[in-house]
């Protein structure tokens, strides 16, 4: 039996959890401030439950844009993200000093290896998680595994073909109107004017957030063909109509042209997450458990 730490660190709060894939034992749960304090925090949760008995690996699921590939000089760094202090921030080296095995992906990523286990894409080849939140953020795994290559994928900023008539410049500080300038939280506040959650669902102001995330949704089926498409995440957790809207407007996107995708297949492909807010910090403990799996030592193997 393992003892296993893993960290979601998202872009506005951190979980830190203890337990196996599949069992959470102890969380602990904080706002993400500035680098420094968030880590320590966050390795001072771990220190603390070693003081009972050991932890045999830490598993870190991190906002993005981070360097997932082992062996790269700055594995383990944020890169180019927007938010205040974080560009640079060396992850993986603040978890150095517990000396124990480290793994590393994206919270997306992770949140899909979750899903992909234990909840609604199990028995999937290509899985793809998407988050719709304060960002937009999108986890890929192909033929089970997370995609890593040039990066990561970044979904939550690719372009999109805009609705007919919708002039809204979008919230992205890097791109404007990428996806998630123009659906996530931030800019669905800007677009309506108020939160999301007063805005009716008859109201005609979904029809083009609808239009972009079926655009969006549409893109994926084309580009990565996956049986699932699992979409957690604020915006359409708590605006249940928008994901049913986007859904039944990808058949006309896709023209005819995927025979397979029904709507009735669309319907069982596009689903929300079974695992709720467990989905990052139970990845977290998988990634965990694949670093402690990928260390040779006979000591570790059970
Ligand atoms: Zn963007």
């Known amino acids: ?3 296993l730490a893993g960290i979601e660190m998202g872009g506005t709060h951190t979980v830190v959890v203890l337990g196996e894939p ?3 034992d102890d969380r602990v749960e904080f706002d993400t401030t500035d680098p420094a304090e968030t880590l320590g925090r966050a390795v001072a949760v771990i220190e603390d439950w070693r003081t009972a008995k050991p932890v045999d690996s830490v598993g870190i699921a991190s906002f993005g844009p981070v360097r997932v590939a082992r062996g790269a000089a700055d594995y383990g760094t944020i890169l180019d993200t927007p938010k205040p202090g974080w560009r640079g921030a060396e992850v993986i080296a603040a978890f150095a000093p517990l000396g124990c095995p480290l793994g590393l992906d994206t919270d997306v990523n992770a949140a899909a290896l979750a899903e ?5 894409a199990q028995g999937c080849q290509n899985t793809v998680y998407l988050t719709i939140g304060t960002g937009l953020g999108g986890g890929v795994l192909v033929a089970g595994k997370p995609a890593h290559g040039l990066l990561h994928p970044e979904i939550g900023h690719m372009r999109l073909r805009r609705a007919a008539g919708d002039r809204y410049k979008g919230h992205c500080a890097f791109h404007g109107d990428c996806l998630e300038g123009l659906i996530a939280g931030p800019a669905l506040a800007a677009r309506f004017g108020t939160h999301p959650s007063r805005v009716d669902p008859e109201n005609p102001m979904w029809e083009p957030v609808a239009h972009d995330l079926a655009e969006l949704l549409a893109n994926l089926i084309l580009t990565l063909s996956p049986e699932r498409i699992v979409v957690g995440g604020g915006v359409t957790g708590h605006q249940p109509h928008l994901l049913p809207m986007a859904r039944a407007r990808v058949p006309a996107l896709l023209g005819g ?3 397979d995708c029904t709507p009735e297949v669309l319907k069982a492909m596009i689903v929300p997450p079974q695992l709720g807010d467990d989905a990052g910090p139970v990845g977290a403990l998988i990634l965990a458990g694949e670093a402690l ?3 040779p030592s006979p000591s570790h193997r059970h």
Request: aromatic share 12%; net charge positive; glycine share 12%.
């Open 257 to 259: 042209y995927l025979r």
């Open 116 to 120: 992909h286990r234990f909840g609604a």
């Open 22 to 24: 599949g069992r959470i």
């Open 293 to 295: 799996a990928a260390i």
């Open 1 to 3: 039996m393992h003892r």
